[in-house]
């Protein structure tokens, strides 16, 4: 599995930490590369345009709280980034939303509490019951149209 990660400032220690745990999957990091002062929309847009074009199978997205980023992402036609606090969420944002990018904040978790979500998310399956698809369907129908 390949994995586009990204984050800001905030985040550059615990993703190069992460990193470091994630020695099982291919990663490309598409920055922020120091602990200087960044705009975080740049970094999580490019990774979610990288998850939309298929260049990696899965974005992982960090900044201090994780919402500036998940909202970043979600800006991005066929992204599904959800903001993941414990491992219940890691499950069900793969199980019941099929989401293709995870949001973490640096502030509130560790890089291994973040691997051990991670790991929960991609050991999960999206579930076959119809009416998760049909909800899938239902949002990108309305990014398209702006209908439901």
Known sequence: MKIGIACDHRAYKVKEELKSLLDDYELIDYGCFSTDRIDYPKYAITLAIAVKN???????????????????????????????????????????????????????????????????FINSTFLLDPCYKIRIDQVEKYEETNEY
């Open 54 to 120: 298929k260049e990696v199978d899965l974005g992982i997205v960090m900044c201090g709280t994780g919402i500036g980023v998940s909202i970043a992402c979600n800006k991005v036609k066929k992204i599904r980034c959800a903001k993941i606090d414990n491992k219940d969420e890691a499950k069900s944002a793969k199980e019941h939303n099929d989401a293709n990018v995870l949001a973490f904040g640096a502030q509130s978790h560790t890089a291994q509490e973040i691997k051990e979500m991670i790991d929960i």
